[in-house]
C-alpha cells in the first residue's frame, strides 16, 4: 500500500525558512517521480515542485528562487526547501505521487505571519 507522509510544517514569520519531508512506502521509490503541491484558503490545489527519477526539477513560478527540492533515495524522502517565506506562501502543502493512480499525502500546514 502506498503512503506518503509529510512533516515539517508550522508557523514562521515572514522572511524566515522551514524544511518539509515527504516520506514514501510502498513504491519503488527511486523510480518515482514526486511533487510537491499547495493548497491556500478559499483556492484551488496548485503545483508547487516536482523532482523525477533523474533528480530533474520543476518550479512554479512564485516559488522559483526561493524553494528547492530535492530527494533521498536510501530513505525514501523527499524534501521541499523553503526559503524567503511570504505571507502568500501561507498554504497546506500536499506531497503526491502516480503510482498507477494518484497517491496525496495528508497534508502539512504551513503558517507565514506578516
Known amino acids: 500500500q502506498v503512503q506518503l507522509v509529510e512533516s515539517g510544517g508550522g508557523l514562521v514569520q515572514a522572511g524566515g525558512s522551514l524544511r518539509l519531508s515527504c516520506a514514501a512506502s510502498g513504491v519503488t521509490f527511486s523510480f518515482t517521480e514526486i511533487d510537491w503541491y499547495r493548497q491556500a484558503p478559499g483556492k484551488q490545489r496548485e503545483l508547487v515542485a516536482t523532482i523525477n527519477s533523474d533528480h530533474n526539477t520543476y518550479y512554479a513560478d512564485p516559488v522559483k528562487g526561493r524553494f528547492t527540492i530535492s530527494r533521498d533515495n536510501a530513505v525514501n524522502t523527499v524534501y521541499l526547501e523553503m526559503n524567503r517565506l511570504k505571507p502568500e506562501d501561507t498554504a497546506v502543502y500536499y506531497c503526491?505521487?502516480?503510482?498507477?493512480?494518484?497517491?496525496w499525502g495528508q497534508g502539512t500546514r504551513v503558517t507565514v505571519s506578516s
Open positions: 503526491h505521487t502516480l503510482w498507477y493512480i494518484d497517491y
